[in-house]
């Protein structure tokens, strides 16, 4: 594939291009579709969370290493599978790929749901994470909604993922109780039925499949994303994230029991402490996006988790302080889930944010993979408090890999569809780099688009649009 890039240097201060077209019915209907099908399997994978390290000790060989691994397991086969799964969708089709990725997870929560020893059930988990289909989903949804749509597609699955966490919360507990852990991993086979039939009925097949550099993986970015040392440290505070996560959940369980809340009831510590953190962050987002304080707003989010953190370690007998503590710790997941992911958007080069972004999944995949395997071997070594301090240490390592980042632009992005070139590839890539307020533009003739980084704000689109049609 043929692309030519260049860019201009100046600073400037602006936020993503946004248009205010509507979603047509049938965006609507797929974007909701595709949310329901991304919802249900991460329902799958989180209601464990805050139930297994309760029910697991039944279980043949269960020890606390061995549960931090079946917890944080599907991490790794979700980060070696979903690039390449994404990539096997421009091939052979996203419809195929996602059915297929189901079957997975569905095969996987069955063999789970069957264990009868911690190994069977690690297994479950690898095979539930093989299915990793977020890279299709995410190409299918580009798919099928235009481009001055597809920002609006994207924002509806990613809310349905925050959701369906906050839901595995509340409703593993009581789950649990009434259903034990081999009825929740049955659930969890039947939710992913009840994906492909969604996917069966309700999803429409695109007219035509191809891909989107701005959406998903490109493997002639790859080098390119993996060289830039400020998307290599936002990968690292991904990790750092959901590695503090996974392992604060392989004991957090044990301590509001050891605190007096008979586990049955722990949706009542869960529910406040999530009501709670969704507005909680809001200022932070407003700080961070709108009034140019990303720094601040990061290291600030950092510290407080480390804090946080601390304060199980001290006081993981009192109730009180546990649900306190909680509050912060989810207002900070929420909050760096939305503005880390951002700052990766801004950072990619002109038509490579697909290719970073996945790289950027794929460490929060394996962050949760080892904060399952280390905070099992803290919590069967040294006790619980030490996945606490574990918590800590990684807080102190991620402020120092945050602290000297260099921040990105806040630059727009656009894609633009050129008519057939009667242009040089040099004498075009001129041309629109000429327009005012074009910074990058990547030219890919396959593609038959323009991708570009823009001040939103300077932009000529009018002298942009005539270009693109060879005036």
Known sequence: MRSFAHKKQSPVDQTDQTLSVPLSPRERRAAAALAAIFASRMLGLFMILPVFALYAQDLQGATPLMIGLAIGAYGLTQALFQIPLGLLSDRIGRKPVIFGGLALFAFGSL????????????LGRVLQGSGAIAAAIIALTADL???????KGMAIIGISVALSFAAALVLGPPLARWLGLAGIFWLTALLALGAMLVLYL????PERSQVHREAQPALDQLRGVLADATLRRLDGAIFFLHLSM???FVVLPLSVVDAGLDPLHHWMLYLPAVLLAIPAMVPFIILAER??????VLLGAVAALGLAMLGFALFDGSLWAIGALMVVVFTVFNLLEAVLPSLVSKRARAGAKGTAMGVFSSAQFVGAFMGGMLGGWAHGTFGAEAVY???VLAALAWFALMASMQMPENLGRHVLALA?????LAELEQRLLAVPGVREAVVVLDEGVAYLKVETARVDWGRLRAVAAGA
């Open 291 to 296: 009034r140019g304080r990303a720094r601040a």
């Open 420 to 424: 057939a070139p009667a242009l040089p």
């Open 202 to 205: 309700w999803v429409p097949d």
């Open 145 to 151: 909604t235009r481009e001055e749509t597809r920002t």
């Open 389 to 391: 301090v574990l918590g």
């Open 111 to 122: 063999v789970a749901a069957l264990a009868d020893s911690i190994g069977w059930v690690i």
């Open 246 to 248: 996974v392992s604060l």
